[in-house]
């Protein structure tokens, strides 16, 4: 019986991974009614790496085969940097994150990982690597203790707490008579949308993942929130690839690389000073949200991922 133990318990795990894998999926993207299965192949190998270059090559991809969505996306973001992506709704935008987390595999093209094609790698393990922070964080109903220690499940109270810190949660938490073990979600305590986004970003430290993918929110928060948020991103970003969907320009000025994506296409990339002197459709976007005109108004809610 001690014989089977070890496997059986390795099992357990692989099975929590996967559970938690695929809540993740369906929490961050809001597509539970998708179709379209991926499958690790027989001979898939897991992503072990501290720093990951991603590259997207020549990238083509449609939901359905009859609805080409991106046509031959290209970028590459070296290990540690930033790469912004703008572009009015319905760019394919969002599409690109889902594609990285492989909820979706391209229809020509390939995107890598350290060279290693994501369709090579196993899920859960690609899945590990990668920390969300979405528009909209979507919380359990269950405890702020377990909502912040979902990004890393044995974690200890002591790194819980230190995360809540780092994402300047853990005054807000013991204020609250239950401290940790407040219920929120639906069923429980309504926290705030900076408050909600304060949990994912906790979440994520803890988690530690190498790739971040943030989807900033199109609405939502006040100024001065937002502020302090963008501040705490910033940080939580450095020294990981980030891929940040955006929707405020004044916020990625000091991204690596801008890419600008129109009808599922790459139209410009450059830094935000080269994107300027192009003067071309960045420059225009920029010029209409300095005036505060936004060309772009989000819609209601944005969607998940
Ligand atoms: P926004 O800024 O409004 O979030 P986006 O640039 O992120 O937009 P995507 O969400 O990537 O845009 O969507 C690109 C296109 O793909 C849209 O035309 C959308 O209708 C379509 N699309 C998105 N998800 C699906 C899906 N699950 N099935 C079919 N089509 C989809």
Do not use: C
Request: glycine share 8%; hydrophobic share 40%; proline share 4%.
């Amino acid at each position: 019986l001690t014989q089977l133990y070890a496997p059986l318990n390795f099992l357990g795990f692989v099975y929590r991974e996967i559970k938690h894998a695929l809540a993740d999926m369906e929490r961050m993207f809001g597509l539970m009614e998708q179709g379209e299965e991926v499958a690790d192949r027989a001979d898939a190998r897991p992503l072990q790496t501290s720093q990951a270059a991603i590259r997207f090559n020549n990238v083509d991809f449609g939901y359905e085969s009859n609805r080409q969505i991106l046509f031959d996306v290209s970028f590459s973001i070296p290990a540690g940097k930033t790469l912004a992506v703008v572009g009015s709704s319905g760019a394919g935008k969002s599409t690109l994150s889902r594609l990285l987390f492989r909820f979706y595999d391209v229809h020509s093209g390939s995107i890598t990982i350290n060279d290693t094609d994501v369709r090579d790698l196993t899920q859960a393990s690609l899945r590990q690597h990668i920390g969300i922070v979405p528009q909209d964080t979507v919380l359990f109903n269950d405890s702020i203790l377990y909502n912040i220690a979902y990004g890393k499940p044995d974690a200890s109270e002591q790194e819980i707490v230190q995360a809540a810190k780092a994402a300047s949660i853990h005054d807000f938490v013991m204020s609250l008579p239950d401290g940790y073990q407040t219920q929120v979600g639906e069923r429980g305590l309504k926290l705030s949308g900076g408050e909600k986004q304060r949990v994912a970003i906790a979440r994520t430290i803890l988690k530690n993942p190498p790739i971040l993918i943030l989807d900033e929110a199109t609405s939502a928060l006040d100024t001065r929130t937002e502020r302090v948020i963008q501040d705490e991103l910033r940080l939580v970003a450095r020294d990981r690839t980030t891929l940040i969907i955006a929707h405020r320009l004044s916020t990625i000025v000091d991204a690596d690389e801008i890419i600008v994506m129109d009808h599922g296409r790459v139209l410009e990339r450059g830094s935000h000073r080269g994107l300027i002197q192009q003067d071309g459709r960045y420059a225009q976007m920029w010029a209409l949200q300095q005036s505060g005109q936004d060309p772009d108004p989000p819609s209601d809610g944005g969607d998940a991922i």
